[in-house]
């Protein structure tokens, strides 16, 4: 029975299989611009811009979540087949597959923390203009299109802080303040998709 059959790295067998998966369907997606990796991230909650802790360590909100996944997939994976080689080396037998998981997710994190390190800084620069939905909060805007009142929300051009333009969703956050197309109005908190706003009081802001 040879390492890559053995019941013993079938763990690592799968990681390698799903790591490869994933990487096929983010190619594809990359042409139909439907990238899962930004479906993924779009999924997770806004965390604040400086994310500390393990999370931090780990790189994410710097490196899509995707391709963090895959970075501890292939550690996980090469270093479990490694372990398993060098214990048959060495005692000619395969280990429990438990036991050859255990330093095999350490090294996988591992990997996470370097090459996703790596990626971070050589991800291409307009990455770094990517902003926290969140963010968006405490600025001003204006509505471009329809009438937001109670239960209505209009769509608002709002500018970040690289100048790039941003579409909201925007009711008013006052119940029988109405927004008509042209109104400038200021963000000042998200529920849900659905930004809340107030007629913008300092119209410098624009």
């Not at 909650?45 to 780990?58: M, N």
């Amino acid at each position: 029975m040879t390492l890559f059959t053995a019941a013993e790295t079938l763990p690592f067998g799968v990681a390698a299989c799903v790591m490869i998966g994933l990487g096929i369907i983010e190619g594809i997606g990359i042409f139909t611009a439907m990238s899962p990796s930004q479906l993924l991230d779009n999924l997770v909650p806004d965390s604040p811009e400086s994310v500390d802790g393990a999370l931090g360590w780990l790189h994410v909100g710097k490196v899509p979540l995707l391709v963090l996944l895959i970075l501890f997939l292939l550690g996980f994976s090469m270093s479990g087949y490694a372990i398993q080689m060098f214990a048959h080396g060495l005692l000619g037998t395969y280990l429990a597959p438990w036991i050859a998981a255990v330093p095999a997710t350490f090294i996988g994190f591992s990997t996470v923390r370097a090459l996703g390190g790596l990626l971070a800084y050589i991800i291409p620069k307009d990455e770094t203009t990517a902003v926290s939905n969140l963010s968006l909060i405490g600025r001003a805007g204006v509505v471009v299109t329809g009438t937001a009142r109670a239960g209505m929300a209009a769509e608002v051009r709002v500018r970040d802080q690289h100048g790039n333009p941003h579409y909201l969703m925007v009711e008013p956050d006052v119940p029988d303040e109405e927004f008509e197309q042209g109104t400038e109005v200021l963000i000042v908190k998200k529920n849900g998709a659905i930004y809340r706003g107030i007629r913008n009081p300092h119209p410098a802001l624009l």
